[in-house]
């Protein structure tokens, strides 16, 4: 058990139900069920990148598969492109990113202002939406002839007591409240961010980001919440929540939106932000 002692409790307890499957030496991966242990393949690497409002942090980063309670096999942590590309995401990856056609003439635009930057994708591999933007996010870079050895990708869990969160906890200080999230740094410092899907599309939003023209992605009622809670303290945000209401009112589409932004709360274990959320919820959508 010394080699999962670095992980949380919580995900300890998780991944001892689960089958495993590991990255070996060069690569390749190594299937296998074990009836009562897991023996992880892992490595510890500094991490250094930054959210634009944190200091950088060092975490151990995992690199992991599971079985879910559905049969199917998910990635946890630390992943890489070509994972993606063999079974069994092999199937949708691979469909994703034939079907894709990029913007030829925005990415010639976009090549210049990316190269050099990088990116950290969180991303599930049993979510919808990754399953769709994550294909076409790495064609365009290929279109743009962007080395993706630069981007970290980073897989995500969905289970309730660990929701949008990874074995290394690179998402802590993120905001990770939906996925995909592509998050555009330069030399550590967020430029901007995709958030789930992009408002016009990749190419021409993550332009906007790399060129610094103004560019608000979706969810920008939860993108506010999340500032708001690293800047106060939740008495003080209470105290103002009649104006937060409003404030948020033309921001938030659906009652849908807080109730995850909540449930994300509750599993990194900030039950008073979720109580507040909830709270807010109720202000904003009465009946639902």
Known sequence: MKSIAFLSPEFQKDILRQKTVYDGPCGQWTCGPFLSYIVLSCYVMISLSCHHTLAPQTSASVSMEITDANGNIQLLGKASRKRLEQAPFGDWYNKNYDSYVVDSATASRLRPELAGKQVMVFMGTWCGDSRREVPRFFKVLDCCRIDTSSIQLITVAASADQYKQSPGHEERGR??????????????????????????????????????????????????????????????????????????????????????????????????????????????????
């Open 175 to 288: 905001d990770i409240f939906r996925v995909p999230d592509f998050i555009v740094l330069d030399h550590g410092r967020e430029l901007g961010r995709v958030v789930e899907s992009p408002v016009t599309s990749l190419e021409k939003d993550l332009l906007s980001i790399v060129s610094g023209e103004p560019y608000t992605p979706k969810y920008p009622g939860e993108a506010l919440l999340a500032t708001l809670f690293h800047q106060e303290k939740i008495k003080k945000i209470r105290r103002q929540l009649p104006q937060l209401t409003e404030k948020l009112r033309p921001l938030v589409g659906s009652s849908g939106e807080l109730v995850s932004y909540a449930h994300v709360l509750d599993a990194s274990g900030d039950r008073e932000k979720a109580d507040l959320v909830r709270e807010l919820k109720t202000r904003l959508f009465p009946g639902g």
